[in-house]
């Protein structure tokens, strides 16, 4: 099992709907959850962060975690052709001491 | 106030070359992380280096070394260069080294390995 799981996409979502993108991880004990955007050609920048069980709202933006089920979520309400972007999941592995990153979600927003 | 800065931006060496990339955290942040991106994968985990010292090392060959230094910018060295190499190579800085530990990226630095 991978460390932390997303789907690839491509996601296509029509401009103005919810966008729903989807991590699953392996480590039980992780406490800490990371979505980062990356634009073609750029790096990372981080969105959102989330370290307790349930939702988290930052504008249109709202991050769910679900730690019994190892899950966590970002959900993009009034999706916008500028949200089109990979979207990253990221986990704190403390044992580890390392930030661990998905493959990335590809968001495409369609006018 | 400066981001995170890497340098340089792109470089293409040849195989069996070594590289050395650099990176400069934003003021006041202690820790730096390394981070190796293959076009349409995630970042890959490649170091964290907290305070000049190593916190946490991914699954990287014994080619890939870093370093940091007193003023807490830092080195990734890749000796012996392979064709799958060729990435970008992402250095992030943070303020702690726990589970809180958002990080902020630099622009990347692009090896090409030919």
């Known amino acids: 099992q991978k460390e932390v799981e997303q789907n690839s996409g491509p996601l296509s979502v029509p401009e103005g709907a919810i966008a729903s993108l989807n991590c699953t991880y392996s480590?039980?004990?992780?406490?800490?959850f990371f979505w980062y955007r990356q634009y073609s050609g750029k790096s990372p920048e981080l969105i959102m962060s989330i370290y307790s069980n349930g939702d988290k709202e930052d504008g249109r933006f709202t991050a769910q975690l679900n730690k019994a089920s190892q899950y966590v979520s970002l959900l993009i309400r009034d999706s916008q052709p500028s949200d089109s972007a990979t979207y990253l999941c990221a986990v704190w592995y403390s044992s580890a001491s390392k930030i661990i990153f998905g493959s990335g979600t590809r968001l495409s927003i369609r006018p | 106030d400066a981001g995170v800065t890497q340098s340089p931006t792109h470089l293409i060496k040849t195989r069996g070359q070594h590289v050395t990339l650099r990176c400069s955290p934003i003021?006041?942040?202690?820790?730096v992380s390394w981070y190796q991106q293959v076009l349409g994968q995630g970042p890959q985990f490649i170091f964290q280096y907290y305070e000049k010292e190593e916190r946490g090392r991914g699954n990287f060959p014994d080619r890939f070394s870093a370093r940091q230094f007193p003023n807490y910018s830092s080195e990734l060295n890749v000796n012996a260069l392979l064709l799958g190499d060729s990435a970008l190579y992402l250095c992030?800085?943070?303020?702690?080294?726990?589970?809180?530990?958002?990080?902020?990226f630099g622009a990347g630095s692009r090896l090409t390995v030919l």
């Open positions: 992030a800085s943070s303020f702690i080294t726990s589970g809180a530990n958002v990080l902020t």
């Open positions: 003021s006041g942040h202690k820790s």
């Open positions: 480590d039980r004990v992780s406490q800490s």
